[in-house]
């Protein structure tokens, strides 16, 4: 049992739950920033070897995400509960924008995206 209810089991009821917690627009965006920035710190780490880009990445993709969940969707950020299945999720839904595909699994769903 969790703050929220009952605490979800598999990954697959996870998913939609999490859709749902990240029903805006802006708050798929701050998260596509913060990502985004996630990743560009990793590569820049990579090519310079310049352990601080390694460092700042998870601060990047933390300050968007719960900026956007205490400022746009004003809840409680899924990964306080749910750490790696938030973790996999946020990758998840990035790289589904990227390809043009989260818009079907929004509506999948229910979500208004």
Avoid: K, Q
């Amino acid at each position: 049992m969790t703050a929220d209810g009952p605490r979800i089991a598999t990954y697959g009821a996870f998913w939609p739950f999490y859709l749902g917690e990240h029903a805006r627009a802006a708050t798929r965006a701050w998260h596509f920033v913060g990502t985004g920035l996630v990743l560009a710190a990793l590569a820049a780490g990579i090519w310079t070897g310049d352990w601080r880009l390694f460092a700042i990445a998870p601060v990047c993709g933390y300050l968007f995400a719960w900026i956007s969940h205490f400022f746009v969707e004003h809840n409680r950020p899924a990964t306080f509960t749910y750490p790696l299945w938030s973790l996999v999720s946020d990758f998840r839904m990035f790289f589904l924008y990227v390809i043009g595909r989260l818009g079907p699994e929004l509506r999948r769903y229910g979500i208004d995206g």
